[in-house]
């Protein structure tokens, strides 16, 4: 009797409390009338469904509401990025080059990025990941809703691979950001953004690490290397390809927990593993990017490595576990402090370090110029040591993106030949040229109004819509379609 009362106070499902009531309903029988037995097993099984309507989402079996539910809360927030540059555009996933027009200037055109970010505040900041931006001349911007923003690259991070961009709004949706310190192998999360192109995606799988280094940040697009990179990566089986990058990775209560980074993969396309920036580290660095246009880190000075078994035999440890100082950098905040070769560092500010990673993770998250204790194991013996720790800057806040050339307003140009007006060059990657604008189309009216001339054109154009245009023109290859699109600056 004792033993049932002690089972049934375990967190069960309600299917599952009933089941072991039914199985051992002679255990209660001995000592109580059925009258009193049915009430109580109801009751037993209300108490059930109500505990498991109590637990977190991440906690209960998921099913496709609960996945529907997460995408619902978090889509909304999620934007595909659009990059424009004169040298090749970052990792976010390029798209196919575009012969020279005629009649366009001799000079190389200028590439096509894209990836994803995620809204996180009213006023128009999107966190993203600093590869899709990295040569960004110009970006724009689109909102679930199919709203488009020209956008301003704020400041980015190589050390950290994250950027922030800035569209202007009001009351723009807002994602949820969630504690990435809460994640645990095998939770379910989802990777939202726009892989290959294919614009808000959502795929599904689970946490498979955390604390990953894969050695990624060690140098950028324009063979430069980051200052100080920092590596503490959640790896995850969610599906993720060129375009992700930048965009959210969500848990089952349609919190960001992560922003999507890199793929492990010998083609360039999905694998099986995916890797995110913990939306801890990522929310720290992108509030000092708005702040300052850089990232504020402590530094401690010194050269780390992961414990491996034969380190743990010299240094007489317990296990293979800790960062190892292989190197001290002279006058550092560590030299001060007393570090010497060969200590091992087993714990930082109060939390375990058993990696390289986590020592780098937990550094990131204290200010510079606080004193922080570290514990650290020296040929066996055990000592505590405080160090005031450094501060070291990283980050770039990118130069106004220089005019644009040739047809502005409305992307392209036109010319009357043979009596007819025709599209003689359309700006590449315009807002014109990805609504289908053509080099050869004939221009039969704008904004409704018949055109036969340049003077005509522009008179339609000045007097038409000031945010769109309305084309009917005659394709060579498909006839007599309509063209409408936003004008952009």
Known sequence: MQEARRQFRRPWGAASVAIYAARNLHLWRSMISRSVAVPL?????????????????????????????????????????????????????????????????????????????VLVSEDGYVLTSDHVVQQAD?????????????????????????????????????ARLGNSDDLVLGEWVLALGSPLGLQFSVTAGVVSAVGRTIGILDSVADGSTPTAPLEHFIQTDAAINPGNSG???????????????????????????????????????????IRYGEVRRAYLGVLLSNVDPADAMVYDL???QGAEVVSVQQGSPAERAGLQLGDVIVRAAG???????????????????TATRLDVIRYGRRLQLTVELGLIRSGITPEPPPPLEGPIKVGFSV?????????????????AARAGVRPGQVILSVNREPVGSVDDFVRAVRTGDEDALSLIVRDPAIGRHIINYELRP
């Open 138 to 174: 110009r970006v724009t911007v689109m909102l679930h809703d199919r709203r488009r923003f020209e956008a301003r690259v704020v400041a980015r991070d190589p050390s950290t691979d994250v950027a922030v961009v800035k569209i202007d709004g009001r009351n723009l949706p807002v």
């Open 247 to 289: 965009g959210p990775l969500v848990n089952l209560d349609g919190e960001v927990v992560g922003i999507n980074t890199a793929i492990a993969s010998p083609t360039g396309f999905y694998s099986g593993y995916g890797f995110a920036v913990p939306i801890n580290l990522a929310r720290r660095v992108a509030a000092d990017l």
């Open 318 to 320: 317990e296990a293979a």
């Open 351 to 369: 939390q375990d370090v058993g990696t390289v990673s986590d020592l780098q993770a937990i550094l990131a998250e204290q200010k510079p110029g």
């Open 415 to 431: 010319a009357v030949r043979d009596g007819r007006l025709v599209v003689v060059a359309v700006r590449p990657y315009s807002a």
């Open 41 to 117: 097993l109801l009751a037993v099984c209300i108490a059930g469904c109500r505990a498991e309507e109590d637990r977190p989402a991440a906690a209960r079996a998921p099913s496709s509401r609960t996945f529907h539910a997460a995408v619902e809360a978090a889509l909304p927030a999620v934007v595909y990025i659009q990059v424009e540059a004169r040298t090749p555009a970052g990792m976010g996933g390029l798209l196919p080059q575009v012969p020279r027009l005629p009649g366009e200037h001799a000079e190389v055109p200028p590439s096509m990025g894209a990836g994803s970010g």
